[in-house]
């Protein structure tokens, strides 16, 4: 089926300010400011005020999913600037106590991981922080305004630690998502609402 015009608007909120030139979307907010670029898609995004529309003519029903994706990259890019977002990580051991060092706020040197000399450095991306946590041991927070940029650091740390071929009933090591968006699941763990 082919459509001849799909349309998807979004409400900027108050205190965010939205700049759109030629497909290149800007969100400036009171932590950061965003800049995405939606060029890769022959679409049209059009801004009146608070209101951005993004609309594209004459596509079938695969390409028209195109517009809510745009869409729901902008409301995070909104929901970025204005509250960010925070994974939580925890170190999982059972015989050889895995420890962080926080080197600066965006870098993490991972060590005695299965009891090995070697460590393991992760380099956070973009604006994103990493800190450990007050209130529990053993578990890091990777915070900033991109979720892109959030969950790669996060997956960055989440395979720095795999690969390793050991027997995994003598010895437990991993290390655990704890809280994340509510946007999907991971399979070690549920997914937790953060405010």
Wanted: charged share 25%; glycine share 6%.
């Amino acid at each position: 089926m082919k459509y001849r015009l799909v349309t998807e608007s979004i409400t900027i909120p108050e205190g965010v300010e939205c700049k759109v030139d030629k497909r290149v979307v800007t969100i400036t907010g009171p932590r950061a400011t965003l800049t995405r670029s939606f060029r890769a898609r022959a679409l049209t995004i059009k801004q009146d005020g608070n209101k951005v529309t993004v609309e594209i003519w004459n596509v079938r029903s695969k390409q028209k999913s195109t517009v809510h994706t745009i869409c729901t990259h902008i409301k995070n890019m909104v929901t970025g600037v204005t509250r960010g977002f925070l994974y939580k990580m925890r170190f999982v051991y059972a015989h050889f106590p895995i420890s962080g060092v926080y080197d600066s706020d965006n870098h993490i040197s991972i060590r005695n991981f299965l009891g090995e000399k070697r460590h393991r450095e992760v380099q956070m991306i973009g604006e994103t922080k990493i800190k450990k946590s007050d209130d529990v041991k053993d578990q890091i927070e990777i915070f900033g305004p991109s979720v892109e940029d959030v969950g790669r650091s996060c997956t960055f740390c989440l395979r720095l630690c795999c690969g390793v071929f050991a027997c995994v009933r003598q010895l437990l090591w991993d290390k655990e998502l704890v809280e994340r968006p509510p946007a999907a699941t991971v399979l070690l763990c549920a997914p937790i609402v953060t405010g």
